[in-house]
């Protein structure tokens, strides 16, 4: 997106490269934030807290970078639009599509590009790496471990995630994912159930096998659930 800000017509008479449009270095960046959006308020008798920035007021940007346009955005703008927002707006421009529709099929549609990583939850992070991962089409013996990447989840887009993984299996790689969603265990090859219970209650392999073998095993209290989900 920066490549297709600095092709402007306005930010090539500026002569402003790809990263004048960067939060992340000096020069389009607001210095007085330094790029972060807010400030740290100190209180007198109470922890630090943070507000928006005065300057720039939460767009990141200076305002001689935020005066070029794209397509009647400025990259403030942009990195406001959700992932499937900007989707429809970069539906024209391979580069940028291309990096969106993987991020769509992990199911982060409702995510907001310019969100800071540290708002991102355990599985949001992990489903932005599997993004990556998908662009880069590798040639099978890749081992990719996923640690319940579907938290926060909607069930249909569970069901997206599920074939992306499977297409990552399919192309040879191997996917071991930490879960408790039956819809994920239920669809899974192999099977590994640890417990009985949780911490020091548990430890030990109570059942292994297909998710068939697994939902019938008696000592396992995931059993039951599973049978419920392959019923």
């Not at 993004?131 to 989840?153: H, V």
Request: proline share 6%; glycine share 12%.
């Amino acid at each position: 997106m920066r490549k297709e800000f600095a092709a402007t017509g306005r930010a090539r008479e500026r002569g402003y490269g790809v990263g004048r449009f960067s939060f992340n270095v000096p020069g389009g960046r607001c210095e007085t934030c330094q790029g972060e959006g807010f400030v740290s308020v100190e209180l007198l008798f109470l922890p630090s807290t943070y507000a928006p920035c005065p300057d720039c007021g939460g767009a990141r940007y200076n305002p001689e970078t935020l005066e070029v346009a794209y397509r009647g955005r400025n990259i403030a703008q942009v990195l406001d639009l959700t992932v499937e927002g900007a989707a429809e707006f970069f539906a024209d421009t391979p580069a940028v599509a291309r990096s969106l529709a993987a991020l769509l099929d992990v199911g982060l549609g409702y995510l907001r590009l310019g969100q800071p990583a540290t708002e991102l939850s355990g599985g949001e992070a992990q489903r932005i790496k599997l993004a990556t991962e998908l662009q880069r089409g590798r040639r099978g013996d890749t081992l990719y471990l996923l640690d319940e990447p579907t938290t926060g989840l909607h069930p249909a887009d569970i069901e997206i995630l599920m074939d992306r993984l499977h297409g990552l299996v399919d192309a040879g790689h191997t996917v071991i994912v930490v879960e408790h969603d039956m819809t994920v265990v239920a669809a899974a090859d192999w099977v590994i159930d640890l417990g009985p219970g949780g911490g020091d209650a548990g430890g030990r392999v109570v059942a292994e096998g297909t998710p068939e073998t697994v939902s019938r095993a008696p000592e396992s209290r995931t059993a039951p659930y599973l049978a419920r989900e392959l019923g």
